[in-house]
């Protein structure tokens, strides 16, 4: 079973960056499945982006051309490189991992966009 543990979160200013970090304890990194969610405070966890175990990626439309997803199979890790953030981002961000349809969720990092 694999372990998700995200970093980066954190305080910003609507317009700043943020870069977030999913790293995984597996070796088969490279077979899994991508992804990041997030979650605001009433609302129901929503996609925020994908990239495929063959680097497909997919966002949603109210990230695109903001968010950049990626991932180092050699360093087991992801990243969602976030700029031109906006108070409607704020949200606990989740890493999510999936392989022959089992997901694996990590524990969330919060993200504050606040003047």
């Known amino acids: 079973q694999v372990q998700l543990v995200e970093s980066g979160g954190g305080l910003v200013q609507p317009g700043w960056s943020l870069t977030l970090s999913c790293v995984a304890s597996?070796?088969?990194?490279?077979?899994?499945?991508m992804a990041w969610y997030r979650q605001a405070p009433g609302k129901q966890r929503e996609f925020v982006a994908i990239?495929?175990?063959?680097?497909?990626?997919r966002y949603a439309d109210s990230v695109k051309g903001r968010f950049t997803i990626s991932r180092d199979n050699a360093k087991n890790t992801m990243i969602l490189q976030m700029n031109s953030l906006r108070s409607e981002d704020t949200a606990v961000y989740y890493c999510?991992?999936?392989?022959?349809?089992?997901?694996?969720w990590g524990q969330g990092t919060q993200v504050t966009v606040s003047s």
């Open positions: 990239v495929s175990s063959g680097n497909y990626i």
């Open positions: 597996t070796r088969t990194f490279n077979l899994y499945n």
């Open positions: 999510n991992g999936n392989i022959a349809g089992h997901d694996y």
